[in-house]
């Protein structure tokens, strides 16, 4: 079994900063693809960022410059480091992960979610 737990969300003023953390738990043996979705009620599940085992990253255009993920690979942990905040970025925050398991199968796994609520 494989858990992603998130944490860091929050409420913060349009300007500020948040840093969201994530830690892979269980049954894990490799840790491929990591990274952040959001979602807004009512809206599809949008990608932020992603980051790859050998540290290449991916953004959302609309993050581009503000944003930055980083990822411990000894602690499963995948970061997001978000910067200059607006309206438009409050969503729940998901974290995800493409992984094998020790049980050698390859699969796709969510975090519970944590909201980020930016105020103007």
């Known amino acids: 079994q494989v858990q992603l737990v998130e944490s860091g969300g929050g409420l913060v003023q349009a300007g500020g900063s948040l840093r969201l953390s994530c830690a892979a738990s269980g049954s894990i043996f490799r840790i491929n693809v990591m990274g952040w979705y959001r979602q807004v009620l009512g809206k599809q599940r949008e990608l932020v960022a992603r980051?790859?085992?050998?540290?290449?990253?991916d953004y959302a255009d609309s993050v581009k410059g503000r944003f930055a993920i980083a990822r411990d690979n000894a602690r499963n942990t995948v970061y997001l480091q978000m910067n200059s905040l607006n309206s438009e970025d409050t969503a729940v925050y998901y974290c995800n992960a493409n992984l094998w398991t020790r049980a050698t199968s390859y699969g796709n796994y969510w975090g519970q979610g944590t909201q980020v609520t930016v105020s103007s």
């Open positions: 980051i790859n085992s050998g540290g290449s990253t």
